[in-house]
């Protein structure tokens, strides 16, 4: 069985047009799963968080709250965003610049209990910085930052 020309063409089209949907389909996929997303304390309290894959929440940390390990190597302490605060804990070395009272973003995911296991901690790099969703999140909940904070440089 021969196929006219116009039919061929229409096979290749066709067919390159599925290769390209797959390809499409497979970056999507890739992106998805490895995207974090940022989420503040106020949204893990009303359940907003997913509890079954790795996010970010950032905020403050909790003045007094900063517990060191026995070898100072991580350690719990509580980020706030002014409304709702969430326990911390962390095993492995805490930035130079990580301090109570400092903004701090934690990647990692929810505990069983309500906390939250962190596999990396970022301290904001000097002190007019800290992360635009951070500094959004503490303004909603009446603590603006001054002119100079919440911007990056």
């Not at 066709?14 to 390809?23: F, M, N, S």
């Not at 992106?31 to 970010?56: C, H, Q």
């Not at 940390?61 to 706030?80: C, I, M, Q």
């Amino acid at each position: 069985m021969t196929f006219k020309p116009r039919h061929r063409r229409f096979a290749w089209v066709a067919a390159g047009l599925v290769a390209i949907g797959i390809a499409a389909a497979l970056v999507l996929n890739a992106l998805g799963s490895n995207m974090s997303w940022f989420i503040t304390p106020t949204e893990v309290a009303e359940g907003k968080a997913p509890a079954d894959r790795n996010f970010r929440i950032g905020g403050l940390v909790e003045p007094g709250s900063l517990e060191r390990a026995s070898d100072r190597v991580g350690g719990t302490f509580r980020v706030t965003d002014g409304n709702h605060a969430i326990l911390v804990s962390y095993s492995g070395i805490l930035p130079d610049l990580f301090k109570e009272g400092r903004g701090v973003v934690a990647q990692g995911r929810l505990t069983g209990n309500g906390g939250f296991t962190a596999t990396e901690v970022l301290a904001k790099h000097d002190e007019n910085y800290m992360p635009p969703e951070a500094a959004e999140a503490l303004e909603r909940a009446g603590h603006p930052m001054s002119a100079t904070q919440g911007k990056q440089q």
